[in-house]
């Protein structure tokens, strides 16, 4: 099975030689790997901070009331939603 395709990093176009081949060398891949690791470490850092966060505040985002976690989110110009979102705790 051998299909054009075009690479997912550089957009140059290559012949495929295997069903699930989305990049065109192996220097693209590593790209797409690095790239994705340097994803995943800055979601990480997020987390991490946020836990930062919430421990500076002296009570878990649990332990926070309904009212008290909107008046945060009106403060920061959000509605509850999206300060939920940005804070990481729904996607």
Known sequence: M???RKCAICGNEFIAKRANT?????????EANR???K???QNHLDEKN?????KKRG???????????N??????????GQYM???GLYS
């Open 22 to 30: 989305i990049y065109c060398s192996g220097p693209c891949r590593i």
């Open 35 to 37: 790239r994705r690791n």
């Open 39 to 41: 994803a995943n470490w």
């Open 2 to 4: 051998q299909e054009v």
């Open 50 to 54: 946020l836990s930062r966060e919430i």
């Open 71 to 80: 008046e945060e989110a009106r403060a920061a110009g959000m509605s509850y």
């Open 59 to 69: 009570k878990p985002a649990s332990a926070m009331t309904l009212a008290e976690i």
């Open 85 to 87: 979102v940005s804070k």
